[in-house]
């Protein structure tokens, strides 16, 4: 089969043709996310604004306010998700805000003074930013939004006067960039070899995807055979990354199920841009991008992300019984933390559910005498403790994402543990 283990990006054709946003613009949800944003593991508790870059005309400009009025978590990543630079009060511009330079592969033109400059190695990518939000009233949210359409988009040759930058909302507009285990997956895959230079780390492809038919500057045409064989070999591929995801990750504490969504050797090869010689973990990189998309290059800086995917008796998670998930008294975070439901089969948000998550920062959380909170996960709603209830489908298996914003000293050095969630009686 064809190397269907690299990396996933959520899909900018099928999201520009969803919307009336072309490269360069950005896109953005006026409201958190619902189910209808079939992205790979969206966060329900954040404003999203995602703009796919094009550099091959010359240098572009991100711009990113400074973190007075709200605050932005964003990445900057090229098409095969290697980050860039992070923005906001974590990433580089510190809360200053900043002009992030984007230029092209071999850019040889002089930077500006004042400038991050982000020399990239491929000529699109996207900027994934999240706008923090301080809770889900009315008016948060529309600060948030507000607050976001102060990024800036535009060319460096029209920086003394520059256009202004188009945001196209997506809300409620069905969005789907879940993975397609089928031979489409090599016709994607055709349009990238096409229209971006070959890495030198990647090069060994070069003559493997010549037999699937893949070549540079030629039309890509496979026969009825050839993609009977592709779509076996996307299917294969789809069967071993699940099995590796259902091995399981390296755990945060030990004898607890939660775990950090990616292996030490792939947060390394990304933090470090593969400069390890010695080091490709590309199957465990496969793994962590069916998962969820985007690079984050200082991880554990503006959020942690922990998953599981089995209870606290090592059963997989089934939508039609309940949980339960004992958050303790004084989780470490500055802003939120958050526990989102998301389907086992596409790593997407549950279709059909009215809500996928409950916050800190949601409406109603009820606490428990010493400051802890129960998030309880089933079909049906507890009675008296509805506020803490997320909502599963009975007829889908399910896993959970648990994020902190602005993690701080206590998750790390494990004076703080989320434990196992626990299956408990039917409400």
Do not use: C
């Not at 923005?87 to 092209?104: H, M, N």
């Not at 999240?130 to 009315?138: F, I, T, Y």
């Not at 895959?189 to 893949?214: A, C, F, H, S, Y």
């Amino acid at each position: 089969m064809g190397d269907a283990r690299g990396q996933h990006r959520p899909d900018a054709p099928g999201a520009l043709g969803k919307t009336k946003a072309k490269p360069n613009d950005i896109v953005f949800w006026s409201q958190p996310v619902n189910w209808k944003n079939q992205t790979l593991t969206p966060n329900p508790d954040s404003i999203y604004f995602m703009s796919f870059w094009n550099v091959k005309d010359g240098p572009i400009v991100i711009e990113i306010p400074p973190a007075k009025g709200g605050s932005i978590a964003g990445n900057i990543v090229t098409i095969w998700q290697m980050p860039l630079e992070d923005a906001g009060p974590e990433g580089a511009d510190k809360g200053k805000g900043g002009k992030y330079l984007i230029t092209p592969p071999g850019y040889r033109g002089k930077v500006p003074a004042g400038y991050i400059h982000l020399p990239s190695d491929s000529y699109s990518g996207f900027a994934l930013l999240r706008s923090n939000l301080p809770s889900h009233s009315a008016a948060d949210i529309a600060k948030s939004v507000a607050y976001g359409k102060q990024v800036r988009m535009y060319p460096l040759s029209r920086a003394a006067n520059p256009p202004t930058t188009n945001f196209v909302d997506a809300f409620d507009v069905m969005f789907d960039s879940t993975i397609k285990y089928d031979a489409s997956f090599y016709r994607n895959l055709d349009r990238v070899v096409q229209n971006e230079p070959w890495l030198q780390r990647d090069r060994v492809m070069i003559d493997q995807l010549k037999t699937l038919g893949i070549e540079k500057g030629k039309p890509f045409n496979p026969d009825a055979k050839t993609q009977e064989a592709l779509g076996a070999g996307a299917k294969e591929a789809h069967a071993l990354l699940s099995e590796r995801y259902d091995a399981g990750f390296p755990v945060i504490n030990q004898g607890i199920r939660w775990f950090p969504p990616a292996m030490p050797d792939v947060i390394k090869a990304v933090q470090n841009g593969y400069a390890d010689v010695d080091l490709y973990p590309v199957d465990a990189r496969g793994v962590t991008y069916t998962l969820g998309f985007t690079g984050i290059k200082r991880i554990g800086t503006a959020q942690f992300y922990l998953m599981a995917n089995k209870d606290k008796d090592g059963n997989a998670f089934d939508g039609g019984a309940t949980y339960r998930l004992t958050v303790p008294p004084n989780a470490p975070v500055k802003q939120y933390w958050s526990a989102t439901v998301y389907d086992r089969e596409t790593h997407a948000l549950v279709k059909n559910m009215n809500r996928a998550s409950l916050a800190s920062i949601s409406p109603g959380v009820q606490k428990n005498q010493d400051g802890s909170v129960d998030v309880i996960f089933g079909p049906l709603a507890p009675a008296g403790k509805e506020t803490n209830w997320v909502p599963t489908d009975p007829n889908r298996k399910f896993e959970l994402l648990f994020r902190l914003y602005g993690p701080e000293k206590p998750l790390f050095d494990k004076s703080w543990k989320l434990p196992d969630v626990e299956r408990v009686a039917s409400p």
